[in-house]
């Protein structure tokens, strides 16, 4: 059976599933998403999720032609269609089709889409030996320019970090910002282990605020683990004692190479695996 794709209130077989070539989500990278995780049929922290996605519209000003409630109750909806229980969701809102230009005022029908299916980002072997990640030359849009706690449709900043990282055989990147600080992976958000003590850039750094790693902080800090909000560099990185990403796609996995430093005894830590077990239990409840 063919998925069945949301787009604007229809559901569409995923091979019809179209918008206007005119749509400045296509033309500009002009509208916002989020990726949402499914466990056991539930929709992990979709309030969360969608509050961001609210966040981002009003930063970009675009209006969201419907309810948080009316657009929860799609996602639901749409993940009972396809008989998705534990999945993945895109969630996207396009500026809408207009003219050949960059002025937002000529577009009209913004288009929700929702695609709902399955996703494995990084094969089982990763999360129990561990990755091998390299810093990207390509450096995390400037706050000023671009904030990066908007995801938008343009995610072309991160995508060249993605390639310098498959070009060195790696499956992430490591991206700093303006100051040369860590900022956060092309697709997740980064932490480090040291002393015991949990560290992970602040949300001023040039990183999305993400709904894992939120998670993450919070399971934590709830094992009494100290954590720390502060600005880190790649010497942080490699004197770690541990280093894991988080995402929603990703959940929780360790990192034990960076730049071809090994990171602590080059196996996941004990922490790591111990906050991996804690998100999973946390995505059941």
């Not at 499914?38 to 969201?64: N, P, T």
């Not at 534990?86 to 996207?92: E, F, K, S, T, W």
């Not at 092309?186 to 850039?201: A, M, Q, S, Y």
Request: proline letters at 4%; charged letters at 25%; hydrophobic letters at 40%.
């Amino acid at each position: 059976m063919s998925l069945k794709i949301y787009i604007a209130g229809q559901y569409y077989d995923k091979e019809h599933a179209k918008v206007s070539v005119y749509d400045h989500g296509l033309l500009y990278g002009d509208g916002v998403f989020e990726g949402m995780r499914s466990y056991s049929g539930k929709v992990f922290r979709l309030d969360e999720h969608l509050d961001r996605l609210w966040d981002s519209a009003k930063a970009i000003w675009l209006e969201i032609p419907t309810t948080k409630a009316e657009l929860a109750q799609a996602v639901n909806d749409t993940l009972k269609l396809n008989g998705i229980v534990d999945g993945y969701i895109r969630l996207l809102v396009t500026r809408g089709a207009g003219t050949l230009g960059l002025d937002p005022n000529r577009t009209s029908d913004p288009q929700i889409i929702i695609i709902t299916d399955h996703i494995a980002l990084y094969p089982p072997e990763f999360y129990e030996q561990g990755l091998e990640i390299v810093t990207a030359s390509t450096i995390r849009n400037h706050p000023a320019a671009l904030s990066p706690r908007i995801k938008s449709l343009n995610y072309l900043n991160n995508i060249l970090a993605k390639i310098e990282g498959l070009k060195a055989g790696c499956v992430e990147a490591l991206m700093l910002n303006q100051k040369g600080e860590i900022a956060e992976c092309t697709g997740d958000n980064i932490f480090l282990v040291k002393r015991g003590e949990v560290l992970t850039p602040p949300i001023d750094a040039g990183i999305l605020e993400g709904i894992t790693r939120n998670a993450v902080i919070e399971l934590a800090r709830g094992t009494g683990r100290t954590v720390h909000e502060i600005p880190l560099t790649r010497h942080d990185v490699y004197v770690s004692d541990e280093c894991f990403l988080t995402g929603s796609a990703a959940e929780v996995i360790p990192v034990v190479k960076v730049d071809n430093r090994v990171i602590g005894t080059g196996q996941p830590g004990a922490i790591t695996r111990d906050l991996i077990q804690r998100f999973h239990a946390l995505t059941r409840e």
